[in-house]
């Protein structure tokens, strides 16, 4: 069974850092792309990175360019999301998702969700 | 980016009755399209990809269909399990983008 348990959520004040992890297993996880989304009640969802199975290739979405960085470790079946610079914008639940073994196309399994607020 | 419409916002339906969901993209998407269930309190749960070809566990009753632009979901026999929302995704262009979700509801 695919499991894939996010942590790291906390308040956080503006401008300030955050580093989330997903703790993934009942899959070869260094097979496959991840994904990490978020959602808020107002945006809605929407994705904020994606990383290639081997680490090799990463893409963000425009709105955290340059504030995050997506990272992963194979040998311990764990994907990072660094944030930096972080805004009250960037408040959301943040969902690590399992992709394809290609880095673009259908994602499938999701995590429970940790919470980021970022507020003063 | 591409821009995902769904309609409508809120679809009230009884249980047992047929629900059609929209979904409209700002360009074509191929069949690039997912559908995904959300309930309460949990993350959104794959249901179609392709945008016909059922996820794992996904009952028959539930159907998707369209190409390019223009995309449905069609929920039959509608079951209490069933009331939640659902939100249609492409992954044709990055970003891929969601629409903003339609809530099915009991009437």
């Known amino acids: 069974e695919v499991q894939l348990v996010e942590s790291g959520g906390d308040l956080v004040q503006p401008g300030g850092s955050l580093r989330l992890s997903c703790s993934a297993s009942?899959?070869?996880?260094?097979?496959?792309?991840m994904h990490w989304v978020r959602q808020t009640p107002g945006k809605g969802l929407e994705y904020v990175s994606v990383?290639?199975?081997?680490?090799?290739?990463?893409y963000y979405a425009d709105s955290v360019k340059g504030r995050f960085t997506i990272s992963r470790e194979n040998s311990k079946n764990t994907l990072y999301l660094q944030m930096s610079s972080l805004r009250p914008e960037d408040t959301a639940v943040y969902y690590c998702?399992?992709?394809?073994?290609?880095?673009?196309?259908?994602?499938?399994?999701w995590g429970q969700g940790t919470l980021v607020t970022v507020s003063s | 980016e591409i821009v995902m419409t769904q309609s409508p916002a809120t679809l009230s339906v009884s249980p047992g009755e047929r629900a059609t969901l929209s979904c409209k993209a700002s360009q074509s998407v191929g069949s690039n399209l997912a559908w995904y269930q959300q309930k309460p309190g949990q993350a959104p749960r794959l249901l179609f990809y392709?945008?016909?070809t059922r996820a794992t566990g996904v009952p028959a009753r539930f159907s998707g269909s369209g190409s390019g632009t223009e995309f449905t979901l069609t929920l039959s026999s509608l079951q209490s399990e069933d009331f939640s929302v659902y939100y249609c995704q492409q992954f044709n262009n990055w970003p891929y983008t969601f629409g903003q979700g339609t809530k099915l509801e009991i009437k």
């Open positions: 990383i290639s199975s081997n680490g090799d290739s990463t």
């Open positions: 009942g899959f070869t996880f260094s097979s496959y792309a």
């Open positions: 998702v399992k992709g394809p073994r290609t880095i673009f196309g259908v994602v499938d399994y």
């Open positions: 392709g945008a016909s």
